[in-house]
């Protein structure tokens, strides 16, 4: 299977000189299901950050699809970060679009299919994972689960390689997490080389969860 993401002797520490990873390795293959689980401030967040280009590790290297990010120019990590799909546990809805401008943002930035075809798409998801309000409502005073139905659509729009969910159970009963599980389960299978990538706080968070290995992050290090 081939490497997806690579972390090769990570050290990163915060701006305020608190060190959270050091001689981090660790590799993410196509077609995988993989937990992360770390205590609050294990630097889950930042891990996360780091793999997305969004903060440099002070020594070591993050490679994406086989290349080395820090090498890379912007627009070339650009492209990269077009095939990775996130969903973060407070849903990061934009508070002033739509429910279904939400979805159709990441099609028009990053497709050429003409309005049609992405209201279509962005209809067609958000039918699908069960949402059942105004597609023209501000999503502000939404509940937490549908809001997350939100993002999940969202994240999903472009068909992403990689999918990391941070936290995304969070918050929710029983019910709603199943819910959210079997729309999961569904697209990750959708595609042979999908990486699914689940972050959470204790491995009891992902007890629903299908998954092929769960690493912990303990003492700096990835385990």
Sequence with gaps: MAKLIELKSLYYKTE?????????????????????????????????????????????????????????????????????GVVFENAAVISNLKVI??????????????????????????????????????????????????????AMAIDPVIMIYDRLLEGLDSHQSLQLLGFIDEFHKSRSDRLSIMIANDERDLKDVRLDRILGIENRRIV
Excluded: C
């Design 16 to 84: 305020n000189g608190v060190a959270l990873f050091e001689e981090v390795d660790a590799e993410f293959h196509e077609g995988e299901r993989v937990g992360i689980i770390g205590l609050l401030g294990s630097g889950k967040t930042d891990l996360l950050r780091l793999i997305l280009g969004l903060e440099k590790p002070q020594m070591g290297r993050i490679y994406l699809f086989d290349k080395d990010i820090e090498s890379l120019k912007r627009s070339e990590l650009d492209r990269l970060r077009r095939e990775i």
């Design 101 to 154: 401008e939400n979805v159709m943002l990441p099609l028009q930035y990053h497709t050429n299919l003409t309005s049609d075809s992405i209201m279509e798409r962005a209809f067609f998801l958000l039918s699908h994972m069960g949402y059942k309000g105004d597609i023209w409502t501000l999503p502000g005073p939404l509940p937490s689960y549908t809001k997350k139905v939100i993002a999940l659509a969202r």
